[in-house]
């Protein structure tokens, strides 16, 4: 048993059931502001049962996060000693700001969020409300910031096989880094938007046709709606900052095996890296080239001229289009359901029952959009800095596949249950509707004016 081979396939393991719970929580805070703002506006209790209802969800993806992330921490000293020993420098800080500038903001506040309602004003709960939310996309900010920085270093100098800073400025804003923080925003948006209407259309199909679930539904489709033609834009000017900073990944995305112009978009294939072909391919005569270069005759790069030092081509080439093709599947069903909501004021069944398993697309997007990513960096940790193999530590491949196997089958079991406690509570609030009381003061402030102390 290879230890590099395992420790990644663990780490992966890892940071794919990790990356599930900050992509709901970084959107889902700003969600929750405008639940309150628009009860604060309104003194409509819909709002707030909106808010009750989604607050829980928000705290089960927070806790979730947390845990999952513990064990991440764990293994830089374990399986990957080298990465600390030779980029803690920078990774260190960055990781560090955003423990003490984001996670503490996040965790001290949520309390006030959950229970603070029944001993302070509705304005100090709003502003709970917005420090949650502001942390959320604080944390996103400084891991994003990392994570760019090892796709594309900047600002930083090699002195005895340790990364110095030099500039840090240039190493947060490094060159992909604010296309991949737009990115990542805007994939958890499109993620929250989707988990709001998917459980609203379950609550929807159990006959449940409250106040609280219209708003609800209402808010994740038009949000959604508006957001994935964003992303697409924001994806496309994503991938030409790659193209220019990170050419390798650009050609394993496409599969295109040799450097030229009127390069074929291809749609589909199978990868065939051991003969350097596609098989079973269809493309698009010129659309590579079109999309990479705005002219069909422009030339783009191939594989044939990162020989050795290219990502594997079938898992970013399949990763991509996974996650592009969940975008237009994302487009075709939030613009369907907001026309029905905006002209005929309901939903058909069929519509309603995609949007129920339709409520995960998010979390399909980002895992493969994550791997793209991550897989396309490959040989190395830290592009011209650190190769993967390098960075493995001395641990024992027998080892690796024994904690491998445990937190295999325990993320299976916390996602079930996870997803269980999700369902749970949508039909727990179809059942109760706007019949159930408001918890504590708010309930009393409810013959209170919304912005009154």
Do not use: C
């Not at 011209?384 to 690796?400: E, Q, Y």
């Not at 993320?411 to 039909?427: K, T």
Request: glycine residues 8%; hydrophobic residues 55%.
């Amino acid at each position: 048993m290879d230890p590099l081979i395992l420790s990644r396939i663990q780490f992966g393991a890892n940071i794919s059931f990790h990356i599930l719970f900050p992509t709901i929580t970084i959107a889902l805070g700003w969600v929750l502001l405008f639940f309150k703002l628009r009860y604060n506006a309104t003194n409509d209790s819909a709002w707030m049962r909106a808010y009750f209802t989604w607050v829980k969800v928000f705290a089960l993806s927070f806790a979730m996060g947390v845990v999952s992330g513990v064990t991440m921490s764990f293994q830089f000293g374990t399986n990957w000693p080298r990465y600390m020993e030779t980029v803690g420098n920078i990774a260190g800080p960055l990781l560090a700001y955003e423990v003490l500038t984001a996670f503490f903001l996040e965790a001290a506040f949520l309390g006030i969020m959950l229970f603070g309602f029944r001993r302070v004003s509705n304005r100090v709960h709003t502003l709970a409300t917005v420090l949650v939310a502001g942390g959320t996309t604080l944390s996103a900010f400084w891991i994003i910031a990392l994570n760019s920085w090892m796709q594309t270093p900047a600002g930083f100098e090699m002195i005895g096989g340790k990364a110095h800073a030099v500039d840090w400025w240039a190493i947060v804003f490094n060159p992909s880094m604010p296309y991949r923080l737009v990115h990542m925003l805007l994939a958890s948006g499109l993620t929250v938007s989707f988990l709001i209407s998917g459980l609203s259309a379950l609550r929807y199909l159990n006959g449940d046709r409250s106040e609280s679930m219209w708003k609800a539904l209402r808010t994740g489709v038009f949000t959604a709606a508006i957001l994935i033609p964003i992303q697409i834009f924001a994806g496309d000017q994503h991938g030409l900052n790659t193209l220019e900073h990170q050419p390798q990944k650009i050609a394993a995305m496409e599969a295109n095996w040799n450097t030229g112009p009127n390069v074929p978009l291809v749609l589909f294939a199978l990868p065939d890296e051991a003969a350097r072909e596609n098989r079973f391919e269809i493309t698009i005569p010129d659309g590579a080239s079109l999309v990479l270069r705005h002219s069909t005759s422009g030339v783009v790069p191939g594989l044939d001229a990162f020989p050795g030092n290219h990502p594997p081509v079938f898992p970013v080439f399949w990763g991509f289009r996974i996650m592009v093709g969940t975008g237009l599947l994302m487009l075709a069903v939030s613009w369907s359901a907001a026309f029905f909501l905006k002209r005929r004021h309901s939903l058909p069944k069929p519509l309603a029952m995609l949007m129920v398993p339709m409520a995960l697309s998010g979390w399909l997007a980002t895992l493969a959009g994550w791997y793209t990513t991550e897989i396309g960096r490959q040989p190395w940790l830290v592009t011209g800095v650190l190769k993967t193999a390098d960075a493995v530590g001395p641990v024992a491949g027998s080892h690796v596949a024994l904690t491998l196997a445990v937190y295999l089958i325990l993320y299976v079991l916390l996602l079930i249950a996870y997803l269980g406690v999700l369902v749970h509570l949508a039909l727990k609030a179809a059942k109760d509707g706007d019949s159930s009381p408001l918890p504590g003061v708010m309930k009393a402030a409810m013959s209170q004016p919304a912005a009154g102390e």
